[in-house]
């Protein structure tokens, strides 16, 4: 059986720092989806927020509901 890891991912709740670290990057540009993350919505809407992982770092994220919202692109 082939098996294949994908850089990109829904984000857990288990992320949850280090998808907040990432925002705060940029904590102008990336307010709305820190709000997002720290309000719970990784617990209330998962597979909202989507992640790209480098070396298994987060690099960028994508928001993912009624708007599309990158971090860090």
């Not at 992640?51 to 599309?68: F, H, I, K, M, P």
């Amino acid at each position: 059986m082939l098996r294949t890891t994908s850089p990109v991912g829904a984000v857990a709740r288990a992320d949850r720092d280090e998808a907040i670290a990432l925002c705060a990057q940029h904590p102008l540009e990336n307010v709305f989806v820190a709000n997002k993350i720290r309000q719970g919505s990784l617990h209330s809407t998962p597979g909202a927020l989507w992640g790209y992982r480098v070396d298994g770092r987060l690099e960028s994220l994508l928001w993912t509901g009624s708007n599309l919202v990158p971090v860090e692109l």
